[in-house]
């Protein structure tokens, strides 16, 4: 590397020389073309997709909008905003639309982050909190997780003169767990009301626990809460990255202000308000993941191995030990899983809830695997 640029590198924001990239899911096609194998008998559990596929009215409003590619999507999303106002009794000045909640997460850390102040998160959280948090230049304040889930105690302490964020996901990707209303609210007790709390629910639509905290109803109660949505889970929308967040006007006006310009497209656009509306499709996803869940839960327990309990769709398994021939193992035979060793978890793998076929596959590998030693 030449000293110019050496220098140059050296300039960049101190935090980012430091991050780690997010590790997405193995694509197939990638698995596919290292393995030599048939893509179509590839079956992918590593990125909590939705294993239905599209709905028939996303489809249908898609195709609608394809002889307008030649135009620049509507940047303020009146459509989709009116639609989520009507359905989760808001108010189109308290949303912001993203490029799926990830670009979301990331405004709140452009807005409200800066060299010399922190931003409070658990161990095992989503891996972008570090990311977005390093990228601007602040400082990590990690809580160390209590039974793999958040301390919420212990994070309400961490809070120091510096702490400008805290990001709580409930329920937790990679572990699944989740914390309940009133563990909730004895939180947010305890915070200063100038710091922001980002309640990440991305995976909300799975949870039927009655005790589960809808950040959303109770969004009146706290002005610096921001609740943050998905399109790509429940919904199925991975591939056409919507999120969204919903907050105090006040707060949504500052995410929007360095929102870039039309960062959602004109087919996530009308495919979200269609998903949206369809609720047909919504209580199916929700009814296959049930299934799928008890489905993989009970060959897990008939084979002796733990699990940590999970909430969202997807489960994370422990093999008692480091687990990269493990995953390798699964790969070989054209299952792929989500290591998350990156999150400081190698004995464990990420399985997803795909089809009952796909949850079928990925059992019969693993019970034809020897685990011991």
Known sequence: MSS????????AVPGVAKLHPYLPG?????LARELGLDPKDIVKLASNENP???SKAVLTAIEAELSELT???????FELKSALSEHFALTAEQITLGNGSNDVLDLIARTFLQSGTNAVFSQYAFAVYPISTQAVGADLNIVPARDYAHNLDAMAAAINAQTRVVFLANPNNPTGTMFDVAEFKS???KVPEDVVVVLDEAYSEYVSDENYPDGIELLPLYPNLIVTRTFSKAY???SLRVGWAASAPEIADLLNRVR?????DSLALAAAKAALQDEEYLAASKELNSKGMAQIIQALEARGLGYIPSKGNFITVDFARETSEINQSF??????????ANYGMPNHLRVSIGTQEENQRFIDVLNEMELDG
């Open 4 to 11: 110019g640029l050496t220098k140059l590198i050296n300039n």
């Open 26 to 30: 193995k694509p197939v096609d990638e």
């Open 52 to 54: 239905l596929g599209p």
């Open 71 to 77: 135009r620049y999507p509507d940047g303020n999303g």
């Open 187 to 189: 939180f947010m007790s």
């Open 236 to 238: 199925g929308l991975a």
């Open 260 to 264: 870039q310009p039309f960062n959602v």
């Open 331 to 340: 790969l070989k035979q054209g299952v792929i899983l989500r290591p998350v």
